[in-house]
């Protein structure tokens, strides 16, 4: 019985070179049998490799095979939890000039906007120009976007807040209750029930002044 080397070796009429060279030959003719298929697991073992190291998928992987993962947007990039655009936070963050100075660092007050854990600092206007706006008590202006207290419920402007609350203080005391431990949050919109209750006490308090 002959043996399978010597098989081989008179069907593609050399040694082993000479069947690797007619296999990537036929491969590249477009040439079938045993030698088009050896020449397709040569071109998908080289496909994995090239995959394997980020190579391919246009050639967006990086230099030595290292995967990153995907990159947040810009919009998303130091400006918060809250996924604001960088206009926006800059927006919400502009001093609105009530107060000629202010005690906070920018960018400590930025991180907590950018956060939601402090109100947009926004201008406040004399009158009420939409039903969910709430007063500042020390102020006196509406505002659309402000902070309460924990303590007993009180609204608060930002700029007022920063003005009561020093920033290195650890403690400070609320001003409307004298809880010795301010904690604030930023207020949540007005629904329609809360809208008549509130417009219901206001036109109360109205008449009692009529009255007296």
């Not at 990086?62 to 604001?84: A, D, E, I, N």
Request: net charge positive; hydrophobic share 25%.
């Amino acid at each position: 019985m002959p043996r399978l080397g010597s098989i081989f070796r008179s069907r593609d009429g050399g040694d082993g070179r000479q069947q690797r060279r007619n296999s990537a030959s036929a491969a590249a003719g477009g040439g079938g049998g045993s030698s088009s298929r050896a020449a397709n697991a040569a071109l998908s073992s080289s496909s994995r490799h090239l995959l394997s190291r980020g190579g391919g998928g246009g050639g967006g992987g990086s230099s030595g095979g290292h995967h990153h993962g995907p990159r947040l947007p810009k919009f998303m990039r130091g400006t918060g939890s809250l996924g604001l655009s960088k206009s926006e936070l800059d927006r919400m963050c502009r001093p609105s000039g009530l107060y000629e100075t202010c005690g906070w660092d920018d960018r400590h007050v930025r991180r907590l906007i950018g956060d939601g854990k402090l109100a947009a600092r926004l201008k406040g206007n004399d009158d009420r120009r939409h039903p969910g706006d709430r007063e500042c008590p020390i102020c006196f202006l509406q505002y659309s976007a402000i902070n309460v207290t924990g303590c007993c419920g009180a609204t608060v402007c930002t700029e007022c807040y920063l003005q009561i609350r020093p920033q290195r203080s650890r403690d400070a005391q609320c001003p409307f209750c004298n809880n010795p431990k301010m904690i604030i949050t930023v207020a949540g919109g007005m629904d329609d029930k809360e809208v008549e209750k509130r417009e219901a006490e206001e036109q109360a308090v109205i008449e009692a002044k009529i009255r007296a």
